[in-house]
C-alpha cells in the first residue's frame, strides 16, 4: 500500500490481502450531492463504514464511461491495475487505454470527514456541474452531473430486463435479478441518518436527507 508519506509497504502477502478485500467489497445505492467551493464532495457514512474496512484513506480519481467519473479506493485500483497487467500489453487498444487511464488517474485522500476532493482538469473532463449523483458500483463510485445521471437513467431503465438478460447470458448459477416495470421514471436518489437520529450535512449544508428535485428529461 501506499503511505501518506509517498512509501509503499507490503500488506500480507505482497499484497495478496489487498485482492481479497477489495474482491469482498460492496459499494451499493444513489446519493444526490453537491460540490462545495473546493469542488468537493462527501461520501455517504455507510459507504465510507466498508471503505474504511481497508484500513487506506487514499483512493484515486479517473475517467470512467457514459461521460461519469470513476472513485476506486486503493484496494479496488490495485486489483483493476492487476488485472490489466493480466492483459497482453501488444494491443494496441490496450495501450492506448492504459496510456489515458493512467496519465489522467489522479490520488485523493478521503478526509475526516468523508470529503474528497475532485481535481479540477478531471471535472472539465466531463462537464461536471455542483449538483452531482453519487453511485455504488459495486467495488468503486461513480460520480455523475445529476442531469446527465437522469437522462441515462430515464433512457436505460425501460430496457432492465434487456439489459440483465444480456449480462446473465453467460453466467452460471447466479441468481436473475427481479424484472421491474419497463417504465420511466426519475433516477432514485437515496440518502441515510447518523445513528442518533439527526441528518448527516453535505459539504454545502444541506441535511443528506433533504428533498431533491427531479427534472424528467423531455
Not at 476532493?117 to 455523475?144: C, F, S, T, Y
Not at 437513467?153 to 430486463?161: E, I, R, V
Request: net charge positive; glycine share 6%.
Amino acid at each position: 500500500m501506499l503511505t501518506r508519506r509517498g512509501e509503499w509497504v507490503c500488506l500480507g502477502r505482497c499484497g495478496s490481502q489487498w485482492s481479497k478485500v477489495a474482491k469482498n467489497m460492496l459499494l451499493t445505492g444513489t446519493f444526490a450531492r453537491s460540490l462545495d467551493e473546493k469542488n468537493r464532495f462527501a461520501i455517504p457514512k455507510r459507504l465510507r463504514q466498508v471503505i474504511s474496512r481497508t484500513g487506506s484513506t487514499l483512493a484515486y480519481v479517473a475517467p470512467g464511461t457514459d461521460g461519469s467519473l470513476i472513485l476506486y479506493p486503493e484496494a479496488a485500483f490495485s486489483r483493476l491495475a492487476a488485472q490489466l497487467d493480466s492483459v497482453s500489453p501488444t494491443g494496441q487498444d490496450v495501450r492506448a487505454f492504459s496510456r489515458l487511464f493512467y496519465a489522467q488517474a489522479q490520488i485523493v485522500e478521503i478526509d475526516s470527514q468523508g470529503r474528497v476532493r475532485v481535481p479540477p482538469e478531471l471535472a472539465n473532463l466531463v462537464n461536471l456541474g455542483k449538483e452531482i449523483v453519487l453511485l455504488g458500483v459495486r467495488d468503486h463510485l461513480e460520480v455523475w452531473d445529476r442531469e446527465r445521471w437522469e437522462t441515462y437513467f430515464a433512457k436505460k431503465q425501460p430496457h432492465y430486463d434487456d439489459l440483465a438478460e444480456s449480462a446473465f447470458q453467460t453466467t452460471t448459477a447466479v441468481p436473475r435479478p427481479m424484472a421491474t416495470p419497463k417504465q420511466r421514471e426519475p433516477a432514485p436518489v437515496y440518502s441515510e441518518s447518523s445513528s442518533d437520529g439527526s441528518s448527516e450535512r453535505t459539504p454545502d449544508g444541506l441535511p443528506d436527507d433533504a428533498p431533491v428535485r427531479v427534472v424528467r428529461p423531455r
